[in-house]
């Protein structure tokens, strides 16, 4: 139980990160306002009421509830493989990232109705979409599960490459 919960925390912390650097940036931006920090890199207020990159951003307001409960539904299923993992490292680390990015965004569509970005890295006129820290957790631990993965993976052609 003590190494499930701290995975838990790991979760927990994504979450706190996530929406303390959101209330920061919605209480010194307006939508849209961007301060330029380096040559590639703004802050900038933006709302996303789809998914990444704007996927059903057009619709007139169900995404929310789907992704809502799409949200629901995956981490409830990481929450048991970190529990079935609990032992490991790289698996459950990876799942308790994505399980905090995502309730991090669905904060954001209980409380505004879409998800907070603010994050714009661009090169020359090419900005990509903006993100947040929940979903750059996301991506690490998808990242994440794909290592360990692989490294599985080489670990069993491995073991079955040894002569018995």
């Not at 920090?37 to 509830?65: C, E, I, K, M």
């Not at 979903?135 to 994440?144: E, N, Q, R, T």
Request: hydrophobic fraction near 55%; proline fraction near 3%; aromatic fraction near 14%.
């Amino acid at each position: 139980m003590k190494r499930f919960t701290l995975w838990l925390m790991l979760a927990l912390a994504v979450i706190g990160l996530d929406q303390w650097s959101k209330l920061a940036v919605l209480a010194h931006f307006a939508e849209y306002e961007s301060l330029p920090v380096t040559g590639f890199f703004n802050l900038v207020l933006v709302y996303n009421p789809g998914a990444a990159f704007s996927f059903l951003a057009g619709h007139d307001g169900w995404q929310r509830w789907f992704f809502v409960t799409l949200a629901a539904v995956i981490c409830s299923w990481l929450l048991r493989l970190i529990w079935l993992h609990r032992t490991e490292i790289l698996q459950p680390a990876a799942f308790a990232l994505v399980v905090g990015g995502a309730i991090g965004n669905v904060i954001d569509r209980l409380a505004h109705g879409k998800v907070v970005d603010f994050l714009d890295f661009y090169l020359g006129s090419y900005h990509w979409p903006a993100f947040n820290l929940a979903d750059s957790a996301i991506c690490l631990g998808v990242a994440l599960m794909i290592l360990a993965q692989l490294r599985e993976s080489r670990r069993e052609n491995q073991q079955k490459a040894k002569p018995q």
